[in-house]
Nanobody, 120 residues
């Protein structure tokens, strides 16, 4: 069974930083793509950042230069370091695993989410 547990969300002021963590079990770290998505009220869920098992990354334009995704395959954990936070970053953040890194949404697993709120 694949399980994802996010942590690290909270309330932070504009310009502040936060680090999210997602601990995964039941995956093969070397081949799984791990990603962070977010969903704000009234908006569609969007990709924030993703990293393949081989270390290739992709970021939403809105977070480039501010957010950094990283992973520790030995711990089956993915992180999202968020710097220079803006109110528009406020959302529920979800960890997602594509178990075999194939894309297409056929074998994706999601965490419960962690709330990030940025005040100004």
């Amino acid at each position: 069974q694949v399980q994802l547990v996010e942590s690290g969300g909270g309330l932070v002021q504009s310009g502040g930083s936060l680090r999210l963590s997602c601990a995964a079990s039941g995956i093969s770290s070397s081949i799984s793509t791990m990603a962070w998505y977010r969903q704000a009220p009234g908006k569609q869920r969007e990709l924030v950042a993703a990293m393949t098992g081989g270390g290739r990354t992709n970021y939403a334009d809105s977070v480039k230069g501010r957010f950094t995704i990283s992973r520790d395959n030995a711990k089956n954990t993915v992180y999202l370091q968020m710097n220079s936070l803006k109110p528009e970053d406020t959302a529920m953040y979800y960890c997602k695993v594509d178990r075999y890194g194939l894309g297409g949404g056929f074998d994706d697993y999601w965490g419960q989410g962690t709330q990030v709120t940025v005040s100004s």
